[in-house]
């Protein structure tokens, strides 16, 4: 699961002299730059996108810069003093003072663990043609990467977490599966990543679409991948991450033919008590109180429990029966302000998340038969690591390898607090601890 950002990154250039402005958000953790030149401005999301964004206006007068993005609801009024602007940013229901102040060039991240050529590794495209159980036609890519030598190795099919992903996993332009991949090349062992339904080369419906539906496409790639020439069929299993780690147990409860699962951020539990336990931790980590927190929690717990297709009402009335008598700054505190009622129906509307909710792991895990290998974060605000490994354990009879990750994320990152809002800022791409555990369980079935 990961966590959608409402601010896209600005960057803006200035004059011949190709001066950067870089500012730092505080309440997103987020970079903003400034470029203009004498008769143009640019904006750029640098820890998102290289790909500038539209600006509707923009004006600089005297020491007074305005600068409008209709696009995506944003608008800035800055003010020079000195060599620095500053003033404050608009979008939405976010306002922020910020300043920006010169820099060289414009904000940068470090991935430093994504593999640059030559790689160490071959590779080459896989394909999946095929109907689903809704009748949608679906074509799905994705890239195996093997040792460089002409043997038939251990393989693991990659299945990406919530939200439609390419085929690395990418996210804030760290590249999980691909550092993943390269690794384990290194160690002798092939990986198949792909691109999701409606994401890259792969296409197919998502009207409808759930995790069950997506179980589907994973179980294509890998019968299309058992049939490669690199691969040992003998030694081909699943892993996936975060709702990936639901997929692949999903796919080896029904398909005798995958030899292990590498659950990542898995769940043991519910989607109902995942959604509770996320909601609670990363309040948590926010410094929310827990007397605030618990009412978040016992909120979201009513209102995830409501049918699909509940009115706006609905939704208001449960939100305002569980928040009467707190301040107005108490109730931003839990996100449960204006703007809540709107993007709750939205969410909940959704088949996906209608589905997620009633998912519960007690309907595949038990008829898992191969070896499984269950990592969890132990700083992880997403699943959380404790109570979902507990139950995997449980509903394995223990025969699942449950392993608590210390000072782990949910993305697998070294981390301070294990919030969402810390995944961009990290450099590590994924713990280089974490991916020898794989490896070397892998190669010891």
Not at 70 to 95: A, P
Not at 125 to 141: C, F, I, M, R
Not at 311 to 329: C, F, M, N, P
Not at 373 to 394: F, H, M, S, T, Y
Request: net charge neutral; glycine share 8%.
């Amino acid at each position: 699961m990961k966590k959608t950002m409402i601010l896209l990154l600005l960057c803006v250039g200035l004059t011949a002299h190709a001066q950067w402005w870089t500012g730092m958000s505080q309440k997103t953790n987020l970079a903003l730059c400034i470029h203009l030149t004498d008769t143009s401005a640019e904006l750029y999301s640098p820890m998102q996108t290289m790909d500038p964004i539209p600006v509707s206006s923009w004006n600089l007068e005297n020491s007074n810069l305005t600068i409008n993005c209709k696009s995506i609801g944003l608008s800035m009024n800055l003010t020079r003093k000195d060599s620095t602007f500053v003033g404050f940013w608009k979008q939405g229901f976010l306002k922020e003072k910020i300043s920006f102040y010169p820099t060289d060039t414009i904000f940068q991240l470090r991935r430093p663990q994504t593999p640059q050529p030559p790689y160490r590794f071959d590779e080459e495209t896989v394909t999946a043609d095929y109907t689903d159980s809704q009748g949608n036609k679906v074509h799905l890519e994705g890239t195996l990467t093997y040792p460089k030598s002409s043997n038939r190795f251990p393989c693991i099919v990659l299945v990406s977490g919530s939200g439609q992903q390419n085929r690395d996993e990418e996210i804030f332009q760290h590249k999980p599966f691909l550092v993943i991949a390269d690794y384990l090349a290194s160690r002798g062992i092939a990986v198949l990543r792909y691109d999701d339904r409606g994401v890259g080369a792969s296409t197919g419906s998502l009207d409808n679409a759930d995790t069950r539906l997506f179980s589907e496409d994973a179980e294509a790639m890998f019968r299309a991948v058992k049939k490669n020439k690199h691969v040992d069929a003998a030694r081909l299993g699943m892993g996936g991450h975060s709702e990936g780690g639901a997929i692949a147990p999903m796919v080896a409860a029904r398909n005798k033919d995958v030899k292990f699962v590498v659950m990542l951020a898995g769940q043991g539990c519910t989607g109902l008590d995942v959604l509770l336990q996320q909601n609670e931790a990363i309040y948590r980590s926010a410094g929310v109180r827990d007397s605030l927190i618990a009412v978040r929690v016992a909120c979201m717990r009513e209102v995830f429990r409501m049918p699909a297709g509940s009115s706006q009402k609905e939704y208001k009335a449960v939100i305002d029966r569980h928040t009467s008598g707190l301040t107005k700054e108490q109730i931003d505190s839990i996100g449960l302000g204006r703007g809540t009622v709107a993007a709750l129906k939205q969410q909940l509307d959704s088949r996906w998340m209608q589905s997620f909710i009633t998912l519960d792991p007690a309907e595949y895990l038990p008829k898992v038969k191969c070896p499984i290998l269950a990592l969890n974060g132990w700083l992880d605000c997403q699943v959380l690591c404790e109570p979902n490994l507990k139950r995997i354990e449980e509903l394995t009879d223990g025969r699942a390898v449950c392993n608590q990750q210390q000072g782990l994320n949910h993305l697998f990152q070294h981390c301070t607090i294990g919030s969402p809002d810390e995944y961009i800022l990290i450099e590590e791409t994924f713990d280089p601890y974490t991916m020898a555990t794989i490896a070397d369980w892998i190669l010891g079935l």
